[in-house]
């Protein structure tokens, strides 16, 4: 048995959502068919799956803990979605239960993580905690990962650090999925950036895709069985697609400001951390037979060597107050900061349950059944 501890956040905001982080469509509150079930029994339930494929409790525990939490803040893509597939890289070797991580200090603030193909999300938590230590040393602390996998939410770990005190920072490379401005065929992946802020509620955290929407929006209408909107990217023949399983590249937010953003996260996450870069990454669901190699960047900022705490506290809720006096444009009901629509979902869910969806419960219930983990019990 295994816990973790997910964020206690807010009430809940209407139409804040924001692309990337909003609840998915077929998977959100007012879906008919999705029943719930507490957070508490979701996190036991991965812990119980993980571990019965070898992986150490305190691992699972992380893993666990961040899946849910993503779930708990409505970014379902990034939740237990992804559970049965990271089973798969465990049994067949491609992501090691029980990896040897190695962190070298290169200088006071700098140090490289090898992950040595073991799960993202203990990798990476694993770097914001070195991160953190540096950051406490010498101000602020970059640590670069290589050898990692798929390590879900961004903003989980920029969360961690934000809740000890320091700004955050994550950023990890991905397999091509990413269409360049201008060209005709992926080269990027969806290369997230993640950056938090502490404030003295819910903390700012703006955790994006560098794509229009992010690929596991894609995973989960796939394992539902749903349609994608038409505008979501393209076929391989280059046309527009409804058909999920179709889908072979993505938009770039804003145009050539998308794909900028996106090869400079690669260049820091993959060139110089000596990992494969852009077409070359090891895809997520296509390459099962080899480990994905996957290339990060965590960063601790200690705002304390730069100002009193509580003064950019008090500083930052002064913005806010002014951020969220502007008038609404029509369809919304107010304005909201990055991370504030997730930190007042987690609340409401995790009151209420996580809704899953028909499809994504059954594969739950396929995979517990297969390892002996009860799927706890749903309430409408």
């Not at 502490?198 to 209408?221: E, F, H, N, R």
């Not at 951390?273 to 965590?298: F, K, N």
Request: net charge negative; glycine share 12%; charged share 20%.
């Amino acid at each position: 048995m295994c816990s973790g501890a997910a964020p206690a956040l807010g009430p809940l905001c209407g139409r804040c959502d924001r692309e990337g982080n909003e609840t998915v469509s077929g998977q959100g509150d007012g879906a008919g068919a999705a029943r719930r079930v507490s957070a508490e029994g979701l996190r036991a339930f991965v812990c119980g799956v993980l571990t019965a494929v070898g992986v150490p409790p305190a691992d699972a525990a992380i893993v666990a803990d961040c899946l849910v939490s993503a779930n708990l803040m409505g970014v379902d893509s990034h939740g237990v979605v992804r559970l049965a597939h990271y089973v798969r890289r465990l049994e067949n070797g491609t992501v090691k239960a029980r990896p040897t991580l190695a962190f070298e200090r290169r200088a006071p603030a700098l140090g490289i993580l090898d992950g040595d193909d073991g799960l993202g999300h203990v990798v990476a938590w694993r770097a914001s905690t070195h991160a953190m230590e540096l950051a406490r040393e010498a101000g602020s602390g970059t640590v670069l990962v290589r050898r990692s996998s798929h390590f879900g939410m961004a903003g989980f770990y920029v969360r961690r650090m934000v809740a000890e005190g320091f700004i955050g920072l994550a950023l990890t490379a991905t397999d091509a999925l990413l269409i360049p401005h201008g060209a005709r065929r992926p080269f990027f992946g969806t290369n997230p950036v993640a950056i938090g802020f502490p404030t003295d509620g819910i903390p700012v955290v703006l955790d994006m895709a560098t794509t229009s929407i992010p690929y596991g929006k894609v995973a989960l209408a796939h394992t539902e069985g749903r349609p994608i909107p038409a505008d979501w990217g393209f076929d391989a023949a280059g046309h527009p697609t409804t058909d999920p399983a179709a889908l072979v590249g993505l938009h770039p937010i804003a145009g050539p400001k998308g794909s900028g953003l996106a090869m400079v996260i690669d260049i820091l996450c993959s060139v110089l951390t000596g990992m494969a870069w852009g077409p070359h990454i090891v895809s997520m669901y296509h390459e099962m037979e080899r480990p994905r190699g996957l290339g990060h960047v965590l960063a601790a900022l200690d705002l304390g060597r730069l100002m009193d705490p509580a003064l950019f506290r008090a500083r930052l809720g002064e913005m806010l107050a002014e951020f969220a006096a502007l008038e609404p444009a029509e369809g919304h009901a107010r304005v909201c900061y990055p991370g504030q629509p997730e930190g007042e979902r987690a609340a409401e869910r995790a009151e209420r349950g996580i809704p899953l969806d028909p499809g994504l419960r059954r594969e739950l219930q396929a995979l517990g059944e297969r390892l002996g983990v009860v799927l706890p019990t749903l309430t409408a």
